[in-house]
Nanobody, 124 residues
Framework: QVHLVESGGGLVQAGGSLRLSCAAS????????MGWFRQALGKEREFVSG??????NHADSVKGRFTISRDSDKNTVYLQMASLKPEDTAVYYC???????????????????WGQGTQVTVSS
């Protein structure tokens, strides 16, 4: 059974940093594309960042501020967030997609497994 467990969320002031972690179990980690999505109150869930075994992709709204990485030894994917803004406030979700290609989808329907989410709140 696949489990994705996020951690690292919290309250931070604007301009601050946080690092989110997502620990994966029950899957062959290196075969999965991993993604981070977020959902603000009253809004749809949106793509933030994704990473395959060879490349990474970020939404325009976070480019230059967020960095995604993965550690195959720990079966963990990270999202380093810097220069945080109040509009980054959301529940952040980790997702996994089994794929034979290196394509990083941005559509939530393309992902097979989801974590429970972790709250990130950025105060102004």
């Amino acid at each position: 059974q696949v489990h994705l467990v996020e951690s690292g969320g919290g309250l931070v002031q604007a301009g601050g940093s946080l690092r989110l972690s997502c620990a994966a179990s029950g899957l062959t980690f290196r075969r999965y594309v991993m993604g981070w999505f977020r959902q603000a109150l009253g809004k749809e869930r949106e793509f933030v960042s994704g990473i395959s075994w060879s490349s990474a992709n970020h939404a325009d709204s976070v480019k230059g501020r967020f960095t995604i990485s993965r550690d195959s030894d720990k079966n963990t994917v990270y999202l380093q967030m810097a220069s945080l803004k109040p509009e980054d406030t959301a529940v952040y979700y980790c997702a996994a997609r089994a794929t034979g290609t290196g394509i990083i989808p941005t559509d939530i329907a393309e992902y097979d497994y989801w974590g429970q989410g972790t709250q990130v709140t950025v105060s102004s």
